[in-house]
């Protein structure tokens, strides 16, 4: 009976973690210029259609740190190619226009249940992108 038991919570915690990382990609605006997280920026997280044509599957604005956490608990990640928009239009220093006013950063996920973050390094005149943990 123990043994059933284990067994059992050994696939509870199993299911549990797979379930967490359905909702695995995240984001963080790092700037440079300022040395702090970049606030306020709205991303939006898109699938690539068989097509060619990108869906919305969801969006969130970077809190006080610059990050995005999660893009929700609905939103299922499967194995496909993805494209975050971050809207910098109104980024930066008030009046100011930006040299970037939106940057897109397509990537492919080939493991649904491994955690995806993936932020953007900002600068007046320069991004930069990779894969985090």
């Known amino acids: 009976m123990r043994y059933v038991t284990l067994v059992g919570l050994a696939t509870a915690l199993a299911l549990t973690a797979t379930t967490a990382f359905a909702e695995g990609i995240s984001t963080h605006v790092l700037d440079l210029a300022r040395g702090v997280g970049g606030k306020d920026v709205p991303v939006k997280l898109e699938i ?7 869906l919305q599957v969801a969006k969130a604005k970077t809190d006080e740190n610059g990050r995005v956490r999660s ?8 194995a496909a190619t993805y494209k975050l928009t971050f809207d910098m239009s109104h980024y930066g220093q008030a009046g100011a226009t930006a040299f970037f006013p939106e940057i897109d950063v397509v990537f492919r996920v080939t493991n649904p249940t491994a955690h995806h973050h993936v932020p953007v390094v900002v600068s007046p005149f320069g991004y930069s992108t990779y894969r985090g943990n």
Request: proline letters at 0%; zero cysteines.
């Open 48 to 54: 690539k259609q068989a097509d060619g044509s990108w």
């Open 71 to 78: 893009f929700g608990a609905d939103t299922q990640i499967k």
